[in-house]
Every structure is written in structure tokens, then in C-alpha cells.
């Protein structure tokens, strides 16, 4: 018995290192080339660069040193269509429903690409994991993600 937790503990640790690291994120738009807002893309967080992957076809690679700001923000918005449909069909349901709000979020990379040209997109993630994300972004690029509801912009 003792053997058998023993190779366990060995096993267990090297099966999660060599999982896949991906993250399902949609694409709010940006200067990626070829890729429409709202396309849903995987997002690969390796030690020295990201990947965008669609449909198996490699879209972006951003070098982690090329990373030159990261924020993050939120969009929060009542869920009215939604309400909207339910009271039709029970109007204390859509009544409850138009209450609830929904938070959709946000990350944003500038990066250098080269010439002294600036490259940059916005991805809208889960909610279980922006978190993570953002932990990654900062992680192998050195920068403090920013958060943008915090920053006041003069016109």
C-alpha cells in the first residue's frame, strides 16, 4: 500500500505539469490580422510567449518580453432581453429576472510588435478564469495588470 501512494505522489505531479494550459476566451477585437470580434479562440499561456489557437491554426504568438501593458476591467449589465422573454411567459419570473445583472470579463495586452509599431487586443473571459489569466499575463511578462475602471481618461 505504501508503494502504490508512494508512486502515486510521484505520478500525480508530472501528469498535471504536462496537462494542457489552454483558456477559452472570445475576441473583442484588437489588431490581430484575420480575426473577427466575437471569435472564439484558446489561449495558450507558455513560459516565454502566448498563443491564440482557432481551429487548430496557430492565429498569434506575442513573445512575453514583447508584453508591454495588461488591464483588465468589467462590464456589468442588467439582463433586461432576457426578463424581457420570461415575462411573457411568467411575468413574475421576468419580474425577478430583470433584478439579477451579469458581469462580463475583460483583459486587454498592448505589445511591442516591432519597427515601433504597438500591437494590442482585447479577449472577454470566464468568470472561473480571468483570474487566472490575468495570474499568467503578469506572471511571464513581468507587469502589474492594470485596472481600467480605476484609470480616468481626459479628453
Excluded: W
Excluded at 18 to 33: E, F, H, L, P, Q
Excluded at 66 to 76: C, F, K, L, R
Excluded at 102 to 113: E, L, M, P, R
Aim: charged share 25%.
Amino acid at each position: 500500500m505504501k508503494a502504490i501512494a508512494l508512486l502515486l505522489s510521484f505520478i500525480l505531479p508530472v501528469v498535471t505539469a504536462a496537462s494542457d494550459t489552454s483558456y477559452g476566451v472570445k475576441y473583442d477585437g484588437g489588431s490581430v490580422a484575420n480575426v473577427k470580434p466575437g471569435t472564439d479562440m484558446k489561449l495558450f499561456i507558455d513560459q516565454d510567449k502566448l498563443r491564440f489557437v482557432k481551429d487548430k491554426a496557430e492565429m498569434l504568438s506575442v513573445p512575453a518580453t514583447a508584453i508591454t501593458e495588461i488591464s483588465y476591467g468589467q462590464d456589468v449589465h442588467r439582463r433586461v432581453g432576457a426578463a424581457i422573454g420570461l415575462a411573457v411567459v411568467s411575468f413574475g419570473i421576468g419580474a425577478l429576472m430583470a433584478l439579477t445583472k451579469s458581469k462580463k470579463h475583460f483583459i486587454g495586452v498592448t505589445y511591442d510588435a516591432g519597427d515601433g509599431k504597438k500591437g494590442g487586443f482585447a479577449l472577454q473571459c470566464d468568470k472561473n478564469e480571468y483570474r487566472g489569466i490575468l495570474a499568467g499575463l503578469e506572471g511571464i511578462s513581468g507587469k502589474k495588470a492594470v485596472d481600467a475602471s480605476t484609470m480616468t481618461v481626459k479628453n
